[in-house]
């Protein structure tokens, strides 16, 4: 379902940015969501349900942890959006990463002490639940090189508007659409570390290649690497998650797919961040007279491959603990 959102979501967006105007796809999305609640408030009931061995009976809610949490990620992602305009030297940002520093650290002694912890501090130490983690991180950074960078590419450089840029990302979200199931099937198969590892490696060798893209790059050679990175996306997704919730148990489940989820935000922004630093600094003012590889484009999605071969390390390592615990 994440894939056919990805699909639709950009297409639209797009469409409605050339026909009416940016904010007419965040006022689509606004709608949308408020169908979706009115929707869905005839299938909410209220029920009681008895406690199980299965389920946390320490009860309370960690609002002191959770607050902490929520403002620190808060502070991260102002001075990560902010940073390429602004600058590391800007004295905002800076303080930003610090409150970010600073309120991980307070969460931290906050969850030592709770009698309720909002995420357990020896989640952090069990290998599958924290590399399952980096793999979200990793994997959400590297997207910044398909729906990011590329758009640029396409926009600047072959001067495409947004309806029909989006059109041409179509390939990657329709395979991610096809092939997620794939990678829940094997990861319930093998476990998460192959597919991740397969995933991984696939996408690493389509931002390779796409690294080397020119002026003159067909778009039907674009499409198709395009397509091989959508495939590589959809066989790390779900078995990243995996990896994440196989380490709780069923009471943590809520926790630690919203763990899962701010990982996931976290390095999205953080991977467009970097591409845009990378991106603005060395793009070329005229593509006109450039032969090969196209700067700034090239470094941008060299990175993004290197992130990937970093997963891939991370798979490996998720397979042996696996073995090791007979998993």
């Not at 379902?1 to 639209?12: E, K, L």
């Not at 640029?152 to 659409?177: D, E, K, N, Q």
């Not at 700034?296 to 891939?312: D, I």
């Amino acid at each position: 379902m994440g894939g056919i959102g990805a699909v639709a979501g950009p297409v639209v967006s797009g469409l409605l940015a050339e026909l009416f105007s940016w904010r007419g796809s965040f006022l689509v999305i606004a709608l949308l969501a408020l169908l979706v609640t009115l929707l869905s408030r005839p299938l909410l009931k209220t029920r009681q349900e008895p406690l199980s061995a299965s389920r946390d009976t320490r009860g309370g809610f960690d609002s002191a942890g959770a607050a902490t949490l929520i403002f620190s990620v808060f502070s991260l992602l102002i001075g990560i959006t902010l940073l390429p305009d602004w600058g590391w030297e800007n004295g905002w940002i800076q303080l930003s990463l610090v409150v970010f520093i600073v309120l991980l650290y307070v969460f931290y002694r906050i969850e030592k002490r709770s009698t309720a912890p909002l995420l357990e501090p020896k989640l952090i130490g069990n290998p599958s639940f924290s590399l399952g983690l980096l793999t979200v991180f990793l994997e959400q950074f590297a997207v910044a090189g398909t729906f990011f960078v590329m758009p640029i590419f396409l926009g600047s450089v072959h001067g495409y508007g947004a309806g029909a840029t989006a059109l041409l990302l179509t390939p990657v979200s329709i395979v991610i659409a096809l092939a997620a199931p794939l990678g829940g099937h094997l990861s319930d198969r093998y476990g998460p570390g192959l597919p991740i590892v397969f995933g991984m490696l696939v996408r690493a060798a389509s931002f390779v290649i796409l690294a080397w893209i020119t002026v003159g790059t067909s778009y039907t050679s674009i499409a198709i690497w395009l397509a091989l990175n959508g495939l590589g996306f959809a066989l790390t997704s779900t078995p990243a998650l995996h990896a994440v919730l196989s380490a709780v148990n069923p009471s943590q489940h809520g926790v630690a797919s919203g763990v899962h989820n701010m990982l996931r935000f976290t390095g999205s922004a953080i991977g467009t961040t970097v591409a845009g630093i990378i991106l603005y600094a060395l793009i070329p003012s005229s593509y006109a007279k450039l032969q090969g590889s196209l700067p700034g484009f090239r470094e941008a999605y060299l990175v993004q491959a290197t992130a990937c071969l970093l997963g891939v390390a991370v798979g490996i390592f998720l397979i042996r603990y696996r073995r090791e615990k007979g998993q």
